[in-house]
């Protein structure tokens, strides 16, 4: 699935950020200003995913789900919380898009007869270096 398609079903309903201090650029406005964007998406009680989206992306991205099935995106490089919630929306279309898209099953593939060629010369020269190296007298 593409980002654009993900992108039309506007998931900006679902939803939920919050914001707090960050510890990323900005000098002593750091100090003052909740900059640093945290975008919550509570995938198993979406509205907007099928069923089956909504397995596809807790298997794919279990190891940033919370126990609850909660996906949360961090976002703190700008000094802007407009930019950094931004950000973090781009994350999450990315992300979502990536899990969504389908394994290519491999095709298994016999080898040429080239490369058969090929691992039987380079066994046959290792074979003559160590037969070179034994002793003259065996």
């Known amino acids: 699935m593409t980002i654009q398609e993900l992108y039309n079903r506007?998931?900006?309903s679902e939803f939920n950020f919050k914001t707090s201090k960050s510890s990323g650029p900005g000098g002593q406005h750091v100090n003052k200003v909740s900059s640093k964007v945290e975008l919550r998406f509570d995938?198993?009680?979406?509205?907007?995913?099928t069923?089956?989206?909504?397995?596809?992306?807790?298997?794919?991205l279990?190891?940033?789900?919370?126990?609850?099935?909660?996906?949360?995106?961090?976002?703190?490089?700008e000094r802007s919380q407009?930019?950094?919630?931004?950000?973090?929306?781009?994350?999450f279309y990315e992300m979502l898009s990536k899990a969504l898209q389908p394994v290519k099953k491999r095709k298994?593939?016999?080898?040429?007869?080239?490369?058969?060629?090929?691992?039987?010369?380079?066994?046959?020269?290792?074979s003559e270096k160590k037969a070179r190296r034994r002793n003259i007298f065996d």
Do not use: C, V, W, Y
Request: proline residues 3%; glycine residues 4%; hydrophobic residues 30%.
């Open 51 to 60: 069923d089956e989206e909504k397995e596809i992306i807790e298997g794919k």
């Open 62 to 77: 279990a190891h940033r789900l919370t126990s609850k099935g909660t996906l949360i995106i961090i976002a703190q490089l």
């Open 108 to 126: 298994p593939t016999k080898p040429t007869r080239a490369s058969k060629e090929e691992r039987l010369e380079n066994k046959r020269k290792s």
């Open 10 to 12: 506007n998931f900006d």
């Open 82 to 91: 407009l930019r950094n919630k931004q950000i973090a929306i781009e994350k």
């Open 43 to 49: 995938i198993r009680h979406s509205q907007i995913l």
